[in-house]
């Protein structure tokens, strides 16, 4: 394990869902949805997503309740054997150093375009990692209780730039719905689902749980919390910018930020201090991503766990300058998704089958 023996409860295990579902996606998902959809009813594609979203997770929570007290690293060989059970874990540990590096180059990009323009990325990516490291080396323990020290600011805050951005908002921006029909809201269904994935954190996160059998609720909770924030983001963004703006915007709520004009208030530049909780925001999700790659690696090698958040240090790096350019990085976040389906989907629904097979089996032999 981790070399902790402490659990978690579920309310943290909703929170530890939130926020790492809740960081990249804040600046990037309107842009990427407006390019799906190209018509105001992004957030009916939300809501369907949303809905998807916990099916998933009802079919994560399931199979593992079947293995109570392990995570999917240490039940996939049993279930499956060693080999293809090792294939599936490294597997699932390749997408989570993925997603680490995908979210360090994409905090080092926002940065470089709006606040230190002339730091390097890899000087800004090395010490976003190297300040990790402190927190993931304290176990999952330490993790959910700096997520849930750091969950009532970001809901503040979210709800705050919300706020302030009414006036800015036409409401003629959101209209009509489904004016297109249909067909334009199942486009977005995709992109949108795939921003939402991140239950698969319970496959191994149920294993640290007081009370595994609440997991299914407190995904269900974490999930509609993560589309409610996000639903807010894409309406104030699309309502202020409209829907053709937003597609040519790199980083389109950031722009809003921008945008809104605050009188009498404490910082000269809202979009500043915007960036700097953005960055924070990602940060938490970023040392769930990296502390679920070392724990693996970990239970897969049977080894101590520590040496291994060391050693991904580097391969966390090169992954987060891999990509030659933004629209390479937008690629890698498009790749990644990809790979979720797999991972929260596929392999979820492979293992619950497997599983009620060798019980039926098992029943009649």
Known sequence: ?????????????????????????????????????????????????????????????????????????QFSPILVGKSAGL?????????????????????????????????????????????????VISGIYSIAKLLQIY????????????????????????????????????????????????????????AYMEQPKKAMKAAAVGLLITVFFYILIVVAVIGALTVDEVRLLTWPTIELVKSIEMKLFFLERLESFFIILWVITTFTSFIMNFYLASLGLSQAFKRTYKPFVYGLVPVI??????????????????????????????????FLLIAFIRRKRNAKN
């Open 151 to 206: 969950f009532p600011v970001v809901l503040v805050f979210i709800l705050f730039m919300i706020g302030i951005s009414i006036t800015n908002i036409d409401f003629n921006n959101l209209r009509p719905v489904l004016g297109e029909g249909f067909k334009p809201v199942i486009k977005g269904v995709k992109p949108t689902t795939l921003s939402l994935a991140g239950a698969e954190i319970y496959l191994i996160l149920m």
């Open 317 to 350: 790096y090169i992954c987060a300058m891999y990509p030659e350019d933004i629209n390479r990085l937008f690629k890698l976040g498009d790749f990644i998704g990809n790979m979720s389906i797999a991972v929260a989907g596929v392999i979820p629904v492979l």
């Open 1 to 73: 394990m981790d070399g902790s023996n402490e659990k978690i409860s579920s309310t943290q295990a909703a929170i530890a869902l939130t926020m790492t579902i809740t960081g990249v996606g804040i600046v990037t998902l309107p842009r990427a949805l407006a390019e799906e959809v190209q018509t105001p009813d992004i957030w009916i594609s939300m809501i369907i997503g949303g809905g998807i979203s916990i099916v998933v997770a009802f079919f994560i929570t399931k199979v593992c309740l079947q293995f109570k007290g392990i995570t999917i690293y």
């Open 87 to 135: 294939v599936c874990n490294l597997f699932i540990i390749l997408y989570f150093i993925l997603l680490a590096g995908y979210q360090a180059r994409s905090m080092a990009e926002v940065l470089r375009a709006y606040l230190l323009d002339k730091t390097p990325l890899g000087v800004m990516i090395i010490v976003y990692i190297s300040v990790g490291v402190y927190i």
